[in-house]
């Protein structure tokens, strides 16, 4: 089955400076990559994702990369600001897998004002 | 997007009872979800919650355990039997709108279960 593998697990960033996450899957007949932000007491938010025809998305100051032959994909957040500070998780999906999401182990991200 | 309520939102029990968990979906959508997350963890997959049919448990999930319920298709329980303090975990409960894997995924705001 899918394997989604994160890095770092922790991320400290002075605000104001871009925060990167990456991952990596096993399986490349992934084709939908999301990303989810879970601050503390809450389920993880959907705040970007990206489907495997297409290398990047940006979505104000957070952007996605893509790379299909690495199997690896990005997260990107720049300009950051203390309300970005939460868990962010990437996701994977199979189209053969019963519709779920493989997630990888988590990034915490604190932004030091 | 779908809006997804669970309740309760934490819930205290003692060992041996059982709770079930509500998870209401503003929309009707075709798949529906648990995950467990255990505190600082990421989300493991209990079972997939099948309208009309028994669930599709993952690896090291039982029904016994965890029994499921999917009576329509903005409905779903999830009930943790016969707990023990190993079962405190944040619970999810998770929803996409079509068969479809590329497909957003969207959850509720979870359920805090701690067991004494």
């Known amino acids: 089955g899918e394997n989604v593998e994160q890095h770092p697990s922790t991320l400290s960033v002075q605000e104001g400076d871009s925060a990167v996450i990456k991952c990596t899957y096993s399986?490349?007949?992934?084709?939908?990559f999301p990303w989810y932000k879970q601050e503390l007491g809450k389920g993880p938010q959907l705040i970007i994702d990206i489907r495997s025809n297409v290398g990047e998305k940006k979505d104000q100051r957070i952007a996605v990369t893509l790379n299909k032959t690495a199997k690896h994909f990005s997260l990107h957040i720049t300009e950051t600001q203390p309300e970005d500070s939460a868990v962010y998780f990437c996701?994977?999906?199979?189209?053969?897998?019963?519709?779920?999401?493989?997630f990888g182990g988590g990034t915490r991200l604190m932004v030091k004002p | 997007s779908a809006v997804i309520s669970q309740k309760p939102s934490r819930d205290i029990c003692q060992r041996g009872t059982s709770l079930t968990i509500q998870c209401q979906v503003d929309s009707q959508v075709t798949m529906m979800f648990w995950y467990r997350q255990q505190p600082g963890q990421s989300l493991t997959l209990i079972a997939t919650a099948n309208q009309g049919s028994e669930a599709t448990y993952e690896s090291g999930f039982v029904i016994d355990k965890f029994p499921i319920s999917r009576p329509n298709l903005t409905f779903s329980t999830l009930t943790v039997s016969n707990m023990s303090p190993e079962d405190s975990s944040i619970y999810l409960c998770?929803?996409?709108?079509?068969?479809?894997?590329?497909?957003?995924?969207?959850f509720g705001q979870g359920t805090r279960l701690t067991v004494v």
């Open positions: 996701a994977a999906s199979p189209p053969n897998a019963g519709n779920m999401l493989t």
């Open positions: 998770s929803a996409r709108p079509t068969v479809l894997a590329d497909t957003e995924a969207f």
């Open positions: 399986d490349s007949a992934s084709n939908y």
